[in-house]
């Protein structure tokens, strides 16, 4: 998966488009109905990530389950989220080191997460 694939699977599931505050190749996913963030897509140098090597990588940050981004992040592919609190948010190599179904998910649980709260009615 890559960060064109990200792009189409989020404008076909959730309607979203990217939206780039920077002015640069960095996107931000967000709810429309409450600006929220559930993604991020950036380029993030190597060395940042703890890679070997020069340039960059494509990347998507996601919010996550702390239990779950912690079993994750000893896997390829998983890092600390970049620029993010990292207990809360995981960043994923977009490189072919994560199976595209599995990024999926996790972005439909970012989603879901960062979704507005449904007021319960009281009786």
Partial sequence: MNRQDVFDYVK??????PDYPWFDANAVLRHKS??????????VGRGKLGLLGDGMVDAV?????????GMLRMREGFHPAYH???EQWLTIRLDGSVPG????????????????KKKSKKK
Avoid at 12 to 17: E, M, Q, R, V
Avoid at 37 to 42: A, C, D, E, R
Avoid at 109 to 114: E, G, I, R, V
């Fill in 84 to 86: 993010m609190n990292k």
């Fill in 34 to 43: 409450n600006s929220k963030w559930y993604g991020l897509v950036m380029e």
């Fill in 101 to 116: 179904e599995e990024i999926k998910k996790l972005i439909d649980f970012s989603y879901d997460l960062t979704a507005a």
């Fill in 12 to 17: 076909t599931k959730y309607g979203t488009d």
């Fill in 61 to 69: 940050t996601v919010k996550c389950d702390p239990m779950l981004g």
